[in-house]
């Protein structure tokens, strides 16, 4: 698409992607939290500095040690992955050589196999435990990152690579249920917040450590 239609017309369909994600949840999605009278909402009255604090939801993780436990597997865990895939177009590009076209259909394969993962391979891991699905994740994740740590040209290693690196696709949405069965109902959005905070640091973190190593050594 880049190709034919130019980088603008990419750009322009991720935004209407986005747009359209808002519109179905805005829409269509139920809200999970029931709105009554006695709900104070954080938008109505006053706010005040102990709710506006945003480490306010960490304090709290500290105070469940399960939920710490698990807060810990997926900065670990996602560190290095959000690093890795910051530097993937680089890599493919300028280490392993492929041309622009072969990056695309490499990035489209891992992405296709790792919806798969996310679903029927998930699907069937849950039924061992969470912590068997994270164990199972995680020793994929290991093993891909090994693997495209040893390739350095074009080779089938390299794909079987990106298929090994799809099932370790499964462990943030392991994590994230067993944090879940970890906490009561009314705890629910603070838990997926707070793991949802700690992804959100390691995609800001991961590029910049592991960009910076990438630099230095090549």
């Known amino acids: 698409m880049s190709a034919v239609f130019g980088d603008s017309m990419v750009v322009l369909l991720a935004t209407f992607v986005a747009l359209l994600d808002l519109l179905f949840i805005y829409l269509v999605m139920p809200e999970s939290l029931s709105i009554s009278s006695d709900l104070k909402m954080p938008w109505s009255g006053s706010i005040s500095w ?7 939801s960490l ?23 959000a690093g890795q895939y910051s530097c993937f ?16 259909i490499f990035i489209a394969m891992l992405g296709c196999l790792s919806v798969m993962s996310q679903t029927v391979l998930l699907a069937q891991l849950v039924k061992l435990g969470h912590k068997r699905c994270i164990f199972v994740g995680l020793v994929f994740q290991f093993i891909q990152l090994f693997w ?3 390739v350095t040209y074009k080779s089938w290693m390299l794909w079987a690579a990106g298929a090994i690196a799809s099932i ?9 249920g067993l944090a879940s069965n970890m906490v009561g109902l009314d705890q629910q959005g603070v838990a997926q917040g707070v793991i949802t905070g700690v992804r959100g ?5 991961g590029p910049a450590i592991f960009g910076f190593l990438f630099y230095f050594f090549h």
Request: hydrophobic share 45%.
């Open 168 to 176: 370790s696709a499964v462990n943030y949405p392991a994590m994230s």
């Open 59 to 81: 304090r709290k993780v500290t105070k469940d040690k399960g939920l710490l436990v698990v807060c810990i597997m997926v900065f670990l865990s996602y560190l290095p992955e």
């Open 50 to 56: 102990e709710q506006a604090d945003p480490l306010r």
């Open 89 to 104: 177009f680089v890599y493919l590009s300028k280490i392993i050589g492929f041309s622009r076209q072969e990056v695309s």
């Open 201 to 205: 640091l390691c995609t800001g973190l």
């Open 148 to 150: 495209f740590g040893l």
